[in-house]
Protein backbone atom coordinates (compact mmCIF):
# COMPACT_ATOMS: atom_id res chain seq x y z
CA UNK A 1 0.00 0.00 0.00
CA UNK A 2 1.44 3.54 -1.25
CA UNK A 3 -0.21 6.58 0.87
CA UNK A 4 1.16 10.54 -0.44
CA UNK A 5 2.62 12.63 2.20
CA UNK A 6 3.59 16.70 2.76
CA UNK A 7 5.80 18.19 4.98
CA UNK A 8 4.98 21.88 5.54
CA UNK A 9 6.39 24.16 7.53
CA UNK A 10 3.89 26.23 9.59
CA UNK A 11 3.81 29.90 10.41
CA UNK A 12 6.69 30.48 8.57
CA UNK A 13 7.86 32.00 4.88
CA UNK A 14 10.93 29.81 4.29
CA UNK A 15 12.03 26.41 4.91
CA UNK A 16 13.56 25.14 7.44
CA UNK A 17 11.62 28.04 9.65
CA UNK A 18 8.49 27.68 11.58
CA UNK A 19 7.56 24.45 13.23
CA UNK A 20 7.17 21.14 10.52
CA UNK A 21 4.14 18.63 10.14
CA UNK A 22 3.33 16.07 7.74
CA UNK A 23 0.34 15.80 6.30
CA UNK A 24 -1.65 12.71 4.51
CA UNK A 25 -4.36 12.52 2.86
CA UNK A 26 -6.31 9.29 3.05
CA UNK A 27 -9.31 8.23 0.93
CA UNK A 28 -11.08 6.39 4.07
CA UNK A 29 -9.84 6.03 7.93
CA UNK A 30 -7.69 2.94 8.55
CA UNK A 31 -7.21 1.39 11.41
CA UNK A 32 -5.88 3.83 14.81
CA UNK A 33 -2.71 1.79 14.90
CA UNK A 34 -1.78 2.79 11.53
CA UNK A 35 -2.38 6.24 12.26
CA UNK A 36 -0.44 5.87 15.07
CA UNK A 37 2.67 3.95 13.96
CA UNK A 38 3.30 6.60 11.00
CA UNK A 39 3.01 9.78 13.13
CA UNK A 40 5.35 7.60 15.04
CA UNK A 41 7.52 6.87 12.17
CA UNK A 42 7.87 10.27 11.29
CA UNK A 43 8.75 11.74 14.96
CA UNK A 44 7.91 15.06 14.30
CA UNK A 45 5.43 16.86 16.66
CA UNK A 46 2.44 16.08 14.73
CA UNK A 47 0.97 14.22 11.60
CA UNK A 48 -2.41 15.10 10.39
CA UNK A 49 -4.20 12.63 8.60
CA UNK A 50 -7.49 13.91 6.18
CA UNK A 51 -10.27 12.58 4.62
CA UNK A 52 -12.85 14.43 1.97
CA UNK A 53 -16.46 14.75 3.07
CA UNK A 54 -20.19 16.22 1.87
CA UNK A 55 -18.84 19.21 4.33
CA UNK A 56 -15.23 19.66 4.01
CA UNK A 57 -13.23 17.67 5.46
CA UNK A 58 -12.68 15.40 8.75
CA UNK A 59 -9.19 16.04 10.22
CA UNK A 60 -6.97 14.27 13.16
CA UNK A 61 -3.81 15.20 14.63
CA UNK A 62 -1.29 12.43 16.09
CA UNK A 63 1.97 13.30 18.02
CA UNK A 64 4.43 10.38 17.97
CA UNK A 65 2.50 8.81 21.32
CA UNK A 66 -0.83 9.53 20.94
CA UNK A 67 -3.65 11.54 19.27
CA UNK A 68 -4.42 15.18 20.73
CA UNK A 69 -7.93 17.32 20.18
CA UNK A 70 -6.40 20.49 19.07
CA UNK A 71 -3.28 21.36 16.75
CA UNK A 72 -2.85 24.77 15.04
CA UNK A 73 0.00 23.79 12.99
CA UNK A 74 -0.92 21.11 11.48
CA UNK A 75 -4.01 22.34 10.21
CA UNK A 76 -2.43 25.11 9.30
CA UNK A 77 -0.22 22.58 6.85
CA UNK A 78 -3.12 20.87 5.72
CA UNK A 79 -5.08 24.15 4.47
CA UNK A 80 -1.66 25.05 2.77
CA UNK A 81 -2.07 21.54 1.16
CA UNK A 82 -5.48 21.27 0.28
CA UNK A 83 -5.44 24.95 -1.36
CA UNK A 84 -1.93 25.39 -2.58
CA UNK A 85 -1.24 21.26 -3.55
CA UNK A 86 -4.64 19.82 -4.18
CA UNK A 87 -6.14 23.23 -5.70
CA UNK A 88 -9.32 23.60 -3.60
CA UNK A 89 -11.54 26.52 -5.10
CA UNK A 90 -13.78 27.41 -2.30
CA UNK A 91 -12.73 30.35 -0.45
CA UNK A 92 -12.93 28.63 3.15
CA UNK A 93 -12.60 24.87 4.32
CA UNK A 94 -14.25 23.27 6.72
CA UNK A 95 -12.83 20.55 9.21
CA UNK A 96 -14.09 18.04 11.58
CA UNK A 97 -12.19 17.64 14.71
CA UNK A 98 -12.73 16.27 17.91
CA UNK A 99 -12.52 20.60 18.88
CA UNK A 100 -15.78 20.94 16.36
CA UNK A 101 -15.47 22.72 13.11
CA UNK A 102 -12.28 24.67 12.43
CA UNK A 103 -12.63 27.00 9.37
CA UNK A 104 -9.44 27.94 7.61
CA UNK A 105 -9.70 30.98 4.58
CA UNK A 106 -7.37 33.10 2.71
CA UNK A 107 -6.61 36.41 3.85
CA UNK A 108 -4.20 38.20 1.81
CA UNK A 109 -0.89 36.20 1.42
CA UNK A 110 -1.63 34.72 4.68
CA UNK A 111 -4.29 31.70 5.60
CA UNK A 112 -6.63 32.33 8.92
CA UNK A 113 -7.83 30.24 11.26
CA UNK A 114 -11.04 30.40 13.37
CA UNK A 115 -10.81 28.35 16.61
CA UNK A 116 -12.44 27.91 19.87
CA UNK A 117 -10.97 30.46 22.68
CA UNK A 118 -9.71 28.56 25.49
CA UNK A 119 -9.01 31.54 28.59
CA UNK A 120 -7.05 30.42 31.22
CA UNK A 121 -8.18 30.43 34.86
CA UNK A 122 -6.17 31.16 37.73
CA UNK A 123 -4.46 28.39 39.43
CA UNK A 124 -2.50 27.46 41.96
CA UNK A 125 1.52 26.92 41.62
CA UNK A 126 2.99 23.32 42.47
CA UNK A 127 6.57 22.41 43.08
CA UNK A 128 6.41 20.12 40.12
CA UNK A 129 5.80 23.26 38.01
CA UNK A 130 8.43 25.08 39.84
CA UNK A 131 11.02 22.66 39.26
CA UNK A 132 10.25 21.49 36.06
CA UNK A 133 10.91 25.21 34.89
CA UNK A 134 13.29 25.62 37.16
CA UNK A 135 12.17 29.15 38.02
CA UNK A 136 9.37 30.10 39.80
CA UNK A 137 6.62 32.24 37.17
CA UNK A 138 5.15 35.35 38.55
CA UNK A 139 1.35 33.67 37.58
CA UNK A 140 -0.06 30.40 36.86
CA UNK A 141 -3.31 30.04 35.08
CA UNK A 142 -4.61 27.04 33.46
CA UNK A 143 -6.91 25.49 30.57
CA UNK A 144 -5.74 22.50 28.33
CA UNK A 145 -2.01 23.75 29.57
CA UNK A 146 -0.56 25.44 32.39
CA UNK A 147 -0.01 28.89 31.62
CA UNK A 148 3.66 30.38 33.62
CA UNK A 149 3.64 34.42 33.04
CA UNK A 150 6.89 35.76 33.75
CA UNK A 151 8.43 39.69 33.61
CA UNK A 152 10.51 39.28 30.03
CA UNK A 153 11.50 37.90 27.49
CA UNK A 154 14.68 37.39 28.43
CA UNK A 155 13.38 34.99 30.97
CA UNK A 156 11.18 32.85 28.68
CA UNK A 157 14.61 32.58 26.14
CA UNK A 158 16.80 31.29 28.94
CA UNK A 159 14.31 28.40 30.38
CA UNK A 160 16.06 25.44 30.43
CA UNK A 161 13.07 22.71 31.86
CA UNK A 162 13.58 19.53 32.99
CA UNK A 163 11.43 17.59 30.93
CA UNK A 164 10.84 14.37 33.01
CA UNK A 165 9.37 16.85 36.12
CA UNK A 166 7.38 18.39 33.11
CA UNK A 167 6.22 15.03 31.99
CA UNK A 168 4.52 14.48 35.69
CA UNK A 169 2.33 17.18 35.25
CA UNK A 170 -1.61 16.38 34.99
CA UNK A 171 -1.93 18.69 31.80
CA UNK A 172 -0.99 18.12 28.47
CA UNK A 173 1.58 20.84 29.07
CA UNK A 174 2.91 24.01 29.84
CA UNK A 175 3.51 27.21 28.15
CA UNK A 176 5.20 30.27 29.38
CA UNK A 177 4.66 33.37 28.60
CA UNK A 178 5.91 37.15 28.52
CA UNK A 179 5.75 40.49 27.02
CA UNK A 180 7.78 40.73 24.45
CA UNK A 181 10.36 42.90 22.31
CA UNK A 182 8.60 44.69 19.08
CA UNK A 183 5.74 41.85 19.37
CA UNK A 184 2.52 41.92 22.19
CA UNK A 185 3.79 38.96 23.66
CA UNK A 186 6.43 36.28 23.37
CA UNK A 187 5.91 32.17 24.25
CA UNK A 188 7.49 28.74 24.31
CA UNK A 189 5.29 25.59 24.73
CA UNK A 190 6.65 21.79 26.42
CA UNK A 191 4.56 18.64 26.57
CA UNK A 192 6.81 15.83 26.89
CA UNK A 193 4.49 13.89 28.15
CA UNK A 194 2.84 13.87 24.54
CA UNK A 195 6.04 13.30 23.37
CA UNK A 196 7.33 16.71 22.69
CA UNK A 197 9.77 18.19 24.58
CA UNK A 198 9.64 22.01 22.97
CA UNK A 199 7.02 22.65 20.40
CA UNK A 200 8.68 25.04 17.97
CA UNK A 201 5.31 26.96 17.06
CA UNK A 202 1.89 25.97 18.78
CA UNK A 203 -1.11 27.25 17.27
CA UNK A 204 -3.40 25.64 20.09
CA UNK A 205 -1.78 27.36 22.97
CA UNK A 206 -2.34 30.35 20.92
CA UNK A 207 -5.92 29.65 21.75
CA UNK A 208 -4.98 30.36 25.45
CA UNK A 209 -2.57 33.04 25.03
CA UNK A 210 -4.71 35.73 22.80
CA UNK A 211 -7.55 35.67 25.47
CA UNK A 212 -4.69 36.05 28.47
CA UNK A 213 -3.10 39.25 26.72
CA UNK A 214 -6.09 40.59 25.14
CA UNK A 215 -7.51 40.67 28.70
CA UNK A 216 -4.08 42.10 29.95
CA UNK A 217 -3.19 44.71 27.35
CA UNK A 218 -7.21 45.41 26.34
CA UNK A 219 -6.49 44.74 23.14
CA UNK A 220 -8.39 42.14 20.99
CA UNK A 221 -5.59 42.14 17.79
CA UNK A 222 -1.80 41.07 18.97
CA UNK A 223 1.65 40.17 17.53
CA UNK A 224 3.02 37.29 19.11
CA UNK A 225 6.23 35.07 18.29
CA UNK A 226 7.23 31.75 19.13
CA UNK A 227 10.77 32.00 20.43
CA UNK A 228 11.64 28.29 20.47
CA UNK A 229 15.01 27.63 18.67
CA UNK A 230 12.97 27.77 15.06
CA UNK A 231 10.64 30.00 15.88
CA UNK A 232 7.72 31.54 14.14
CA UNK A 233 5.23 34.41 14.40
CA UNK A 234 0.86 34.50 14.60
CA UNK A 235 -0.85 37.59 14.68
CA UNK A 236 -3.74 36.52 16.63
CA UNK A 237 -7.73 37.87 17.03
CA UNK A 238 -9.87 37.51 19.75
CA UNK A 239 -13.10 37.24 18.55
CA UNK A 240 -15.46 36.33 21.41
CA UNK A 241 -15.70 32.80 22.21
CA UNK A 242 -13.30 32.34 18.85
CA UNK A 243 -9.58 33.14 18.28
CA UNK A 244 -8.77 33.61 14.81
CA UNK A 245 -4.55 32.62 14.11
CA UNK A 246 -3.04 34.00 10.90
CA UNK A 247 -0.08 32.78 9.80
CA UNK A 248 2.01 31.16 6.17
CA UNK A 249 3.25 27.72 5.53
CA UNK A 250 5.73 26.31 2.70
CA UNK A 251 5.76 23.11 1.53
CA UNK A 252 9.48 21.37 2.73
CA UNK A 253 8.83 17.64 0.92
CA UNK A 254 6.51 15.75 -1.31
CA UNK A 255 7.24 12.15 -0.12
CA UNK A 256 5.52 8.34 -0.36
CA UNK A 257 4.81 6.55 2.39
CA UNK A 258 5.46 2.46 1.52
CA UNK A 259 4.06 -0.49 3.54
Known sequence: ??????????????????????????????????????????NLSETAFFVSTNNGFKLRWFTPTREVKLCGHATLATAHVIFETLGYSKRVITFETLSGELFVERNGDRLQMNFPASPPTPSDLSETLTRGLGLRPIEVLAADDYLAV??????????????????????????????GIGVDFVSRFFAPKYGIPEDPVTGSAHCTLAPYWANKLGKNTLNAKQVSKRGGNITCEVNGDRVFLLGTAVTFMEAEIAF
Open 1 to 42: MKLKQYQVDAFTDKVFGGNPAAVVPLSSWPDDSLLQAIAEEN
Open 150 to 179: FDSEATIRAIMPNYAVLGELDLRGVIVTAP
